[in-house]
């Protein structure tokens, strides 16, 4: 069983929709939660981290974490075309090294 | 964020052959740097791990003969793919990070083995 496990999509939503995109994870040492944004062909980019349950907003973008069942997610109000990326979750742990999932590819279509 | 370039973003090289891609953190001291490959559709898988100084962490399954990882100063890591195979041909990707969990990645390297 993979550590982090992530929705596989792939998933397409009409501009202005609200997308949720989910993860679980199994290790309870994870302390801090991310989520990355690629576009093709492109190194991932830090979107947003939280390291609690609860939610964290900026902008569009809400991270969500509930510890005691070991999910996490990240909603996009009012998606944009330019949202159409592979979003990855991501914990990790103080022994230095981050545990990705496989992504979720999204489309945003205008 | 912190910014980290790798070079090249992509190259074609023949089966046989070694390349050497370069990832340097610009405004920040990388204490550690992490390199990943990536196949088509699917996650970062993590090759290797390297703190300034001292010799990389490979993951279970990477041939530390095969990738060489160097990690001389506290902005320059370098990963040489030798005697390159068609099979390597990957998605490499470059993360540096100064301390806990922030890493920032590199733009990626395309490599084509043919």
């Known amino acids: 069983q993979k550590e982090v496990e992530q929705d596989p999509g792939p998933l397409s939503v009409p501009e202005g929709a609200i997308v949720s995109l989910n993860c679980t994870y199994s290790?309870?040492?994870?302390?801090?939660f991310m989520w990355y944004r690629q576009y093709s062909r492109k190194g991932p980019e830090l979107l947003m981290y939280?390291?609690?349950?609860g939610n964290k907003e900026d902008g569009r973008f809400t991270a969500q974490v509930d510890k005691s069942s070991k999910y996490i997610s990240l909603f996009i109000r009012d998606s944009q075309p330019s949202d159409s990326a592979t979003y990855l979750c991501?914990?990790?742990?103080?022994?230095?090294?981050?545990?990705f999932g496989d992504g979720t590819t999204l489309t945003v279509k205008p | 964020g912190a910014v980290v370039s790798q070079h090249p973003s992509w190259v074609i090289c023949k089966s046989g052959t070694s390349v050497k891609i370069e990832c340097r953190s610009l405004?920040?001291?990388?204490?550690?740097m992490f390199w990943y490959r990536q196949f088509p559709k699917q996650s970062l898988m993590l090759m290797a791990t390297?703190?300034?100084?001292?010799?990389?962490?490979?993951e279970q399954g990477v041939e530390k003969d095969k990738f060489l990882i160097n990690h001389a100063s506290l902005t320059l890591s370098t990963l040489t793919v030798t005697s390159a195979h068609p099979e390597d041909s990957s998605f490499y990707i470059c993360?540096?990070?100064?301390?806990?969990?922030?890493?920032?990645f590199g733009q990626g390297t395309r490599l084509t083995v043919v």
């Open positions: 405004d920040f001291q990388a204490t550690t």
């Open positions: 993360s540096g990070a100064d301390r806990g969990f922030e890493a920032f």
């Open positions: 939280t390291y609690s349950s």
């Open positions: 290790n309870s040492a994870f302390q801090y």
């Open positions: 390297s703190n300034e100084g001292s010799k990389a962490t490979y």
């Open positions: 991501a914990t990790y742990t103080n022994a230095g090294k981050s545990t």
